[in-house]
């Protein structure tokens, strides 16, 4: 089993920066990918940010020049780095990832239970 745990959701004004922080424990083998989502009240989930393995990294054309998403590999760990905020971020974000378990034939997605971002005008 893989476990995903995310931290770094706060209250910040418009303008602000925020690091969100993905950590993944379990028996992991491998993780092939991972990302970030966001759900808004009323709105269907909506991808964020995705990096592979090999280091490949897309955005929403809404967060592009804004923010970046990053792994350390040795740490199981995948950050969103969040700059030039703005209230229409608003949103729960939730970490993903397509992960094989130690035993497991094969993988899962995974998700994390979200973090609260919440922007000021």
């Known amino acids: 089993q893989v476990q995903l745990v995310e931290s770094g959701g706060g209250l910040v004004q418009a303008g602000g920066s925020l690091r969100l922080s993905c950590a993944a424990s379990?028996?992991?083998?491998?993780?092939?990918?991972s990302g970030w989502y966001r759900q808004a009240p009323g709105k269907p989930r909506e991808l964020v940010a995705t990096i592979t393995a090999g280091g490949s990294r897309n955005y929403a054309d809404s967060v592009k020049g804004r923010f970046t998403i990053s792994r350390d590999g040795a740490k199981n760990t995948v950050y969103l780095q969040m700059d030039s905020l703005k209230p229409e971020d608003t949103a729960v974000y939730y970490c993903n990832a397509a992960a094989q378990a130690m035993g497991a034939p094969s993988r899962n997605w995974y998700w994390g239970q979200g973090t609260q971002v919440t922007v000021s005008s």
């Open positions: 379990g028996s992991i083998f491998s993780i092939n990918v």
